[in-house]
């Protein structure tokens, strides 16, 4: 069995995060790592195969991103995946939701997947859309935003949060999965995870080695367009009080009464 | 004019307030046209309430063929819809609440259509410019699809509903729902319980506690109902399985935006912030004077919780009288 699992390069969400000249999310000047939400779907694809112990199951970790995000996959390695596939081009640059996830489709095929597993969104786009048009692109059932997942056999079920009410999910593999950070804390590399990922197979692939047409990604084709971007002004400090003998809650309330919340 | 899709927010058959907002937007771009998925003898009653604001024509999709899966059969019934419209006197957008599904459901649609997409916009302009509040809410994000027909998701709290007299014309539309795209199975649905306070994303009031609770939300709870807000957590709270998922607020919870935010024992770590920031008033009560929290604020109280909190309550309580 072969299971996919989507890592992306993000710019630290601790770090100053901003844009290029060209509103695309800098990628390069400000540090990146692997998604904090992608490592919950590595552990989730690791967990899957640990609960099926005797079945020849390989993990293999795929990232669409600049020369940088190999990071990302290198980490998915250190924690346990087998096999790392790095998809880089010049001409993927400021892709939207739509190339993106028509890049990683192609990839995905390329690899053969029974089980593709995703996070529940990226931490610099939060979109929670890419595993959705993954399922629309490959023809497999849409299995998204689980926080308990269980499987037998060819058969998946697991748990998700909506609106108003919890639901289960079931569904045959092929699938494609996404998990949340409620599906369980995601586990550090050990040392020999670190030493081991040194020497796992780890492929670069171009556009063309996946038959895309460079003509469909980046930027200049992305079906929207950033027009403007604007650093949010730093909010005007407010007032602070130190509670003393119940003077606290007489200004919390003075003030809420003057902006007329009372 | 060009037809403008508003998918209905609504809990069986009850209108959420998102729906207005959309429709009052909707209005900026075209004729807004409500499409409701649900049960049909439902349609009607809906149909009374959206016309109120503008709603021209109500598409009531049966979703008969549809509730029972996950996210596709919905997608494959508005690209039906879209069609439909473009073909008889032209579509200038469909606007969806920003709820998970919808913007799966969006995602996909995207696809199906060969239209650009944009998710989580806090505004859009006539013109269909939108703005979209990015990166924790440090930056703010204007765009514009510019390939097919705008699919935009709108998050709760983007616009104040106004009123507006619509036709409101039902009418009954059948999807054909494809069986690959029954191939996600909703095989059980267990309804939340009800709280009795307002919706945590659509509240004016959002009154939240962290760990700083100590799992107490006695004081948090007391203070939230005299102010009539809704209750919200961080993290840090949910983990720790004192309050239900549901009640997150941030990045990987609910984003709320309501006119006052009152965070309690709450540090404000990137992560909450990105989900509370954009709201207009940010009040805190934290034992440190040195929670980052104290950086966003309006107003502060450097104090104990649980007893900053009951003796607003009861102030609150007699001002009220
Ligand atoms: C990928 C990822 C996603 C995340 N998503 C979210 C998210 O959606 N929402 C979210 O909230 N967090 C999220 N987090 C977690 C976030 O990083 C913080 O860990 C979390 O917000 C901390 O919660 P807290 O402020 O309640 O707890 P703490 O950081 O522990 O802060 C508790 C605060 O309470 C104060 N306090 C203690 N006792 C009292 C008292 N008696 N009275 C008054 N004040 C008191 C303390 O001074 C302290 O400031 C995410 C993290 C990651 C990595
Ligand atoms: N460039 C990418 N490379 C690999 N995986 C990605 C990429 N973009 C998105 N994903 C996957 O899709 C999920 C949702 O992303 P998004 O829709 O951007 O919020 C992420 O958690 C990843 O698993």
């Known amino acids: ?262 | 004019m060009s037809e403008v899709l508003v998918v209905i927010d609504h809990a069986d058959g009850e209108v959420k307030k998102p729906t207005y907002e959309l429709l009052t937007i909707a209005r900026r771009l075209g004729e807004p046209s409500a499409v409701f998925f649900g049960s049909p003898d439902q349609g009607d009653a809906v149909a009374e309430k959206v016309k109120k604001y503008g709603a021209e024509k109500v598409y009531v999709v049966d979703d008969a063929q549809i509730k029972g899966y996950l996210v596709a059969p919905k997608a494959e019934a508005l690209q039906q819809l879209a069609e439909k419209s473009s073909a008889a006197g032209g579509l200038a957008a469909i606007l969806l609440p920003s709820t998970f599904e919808n913007k799966e459901v969006a995602g996909r649609l995207a696809i199906k259509l060969g239209s650009g997409l944009i998710t989580d916009a806090v505004d859009v302009a006539e013109g269909g410019v939108t703005t979209q509040s990015v990166f924790a809410g440090n930056y703010t994000v204007q765009a514009k699809v510019t390939q097919g027909t705008p699919i935009i998701t709108v998050k709760p709290n983007s616009a104040a509903p106004e009123e507006a007299a619509g036709a409101g014309a039902v009418e009954a539309f059948t999807a054909t729902v494809s069986d690959a795209a029954k191939t996600a199975q909703i095989v059980a649905t267990q309804p939340r319980q009800a709280t009795g306070r307002p919706e945590l994303t659509e509240a004016a009031i959002v009154v939240s506690g962290g760990r700083g609770t100590g799992g107490n939300f006695e004081s948090v709870e007391g203070f939230a109902d005299s102010l009539g807000a809704a209750v919200g957590a961080s993290r840090a709270a949910v983990d720790s399985g004192w309050m239900p998922h549901a009640f997150q607020v941030g990045q990987t919870g609910k984003t709320v935006s309501p006119q006052l935010y009152v965070a309690n024992g709450i540090s404000g770590a990137i992560q909450h912030r990105a989900g509370m920031q954009t709201s207009k008033t940010i009040v805190a009560v934290n034992k440190d004077p040195e929670a980052p929290i104290f950086e966003l604020v309006d107003f502060g109280v450097v104090g104990d919780l649980h007893t900053v909190l009951p003796a607003a309550t009861d102030k609150v309580k007699e001002r009220k009288g």
Request: hydrophobic share 40%; glycine share 8%.
């Open chain 1, 1 to 262: 069995m072969n299971i996919v699992v989507c890592v992306k390069y993000v710019p630290d969400a601790t770090a100053d995060r901003k844009f290029e000249d060209d509103y695309t999310v800098d990628r390069v000047g400000v540090d990146g790592l692997l998604s904090e939400l992608d490592e919950y779907a590595v552990e989730q694809a690791l967990q899957f195969r640990e609960k099926r112990e005797g079945e020849d199951i390989e993990i293999t970790a795929l990232t669409v991103g600049p020369e940088k995000a190999v990071d990302a996959v290198r980490k998915a390695l250190q924690m346990g995946a087998d096999k790392g596939v790095h998809v880089v081009d010049d001409a993927i640059a400021g892709s939207d939701y739509i190339a993106t996830s028509l890049v990683l489709a192609k990839a995905i095929e390329k690899v053969g997947a029974d089980l593709v597993v995703c996070g529940m969104a990226s931490t610099d786009a939060s979109g929670s859309v890419v595993p959705a048009m993954l399922a629309e692109r490959l023809g497999m059932p849409q299995v998204t935003l689980a926080s308990v997942i269980e499987s037998q056999g060819d058969q998946v079920r697991i748990k998700r949060d909506n609106e108003g009410s919890t639901e289960v999910i079931g569904a045959t593999l092929p699938i494609v999965l996404s998990v949340t950070d409620q599906s369980g804390e995601a586990r550090y590399p050990s040392f020999k995870g670190i030493m081991a990922a040194k020497k796992k197979p780890l492929d670069t692939f171009s556009l063309s080695d996946l038959g895309v047409d460079a003509g469909q990604v980046g930027l200049s084709v992305a079906w929207s367009q950033v027009e403007d971007t604007t650093e949010r002004p730093p909010r005007t400090a407010g007032e602070i009080v130190t509670d003393e003998d119940g003077s606290g809650a007489d200004a919390l309330v003075g003030f809420l009464a003057s902006k007329k919340f009372i």
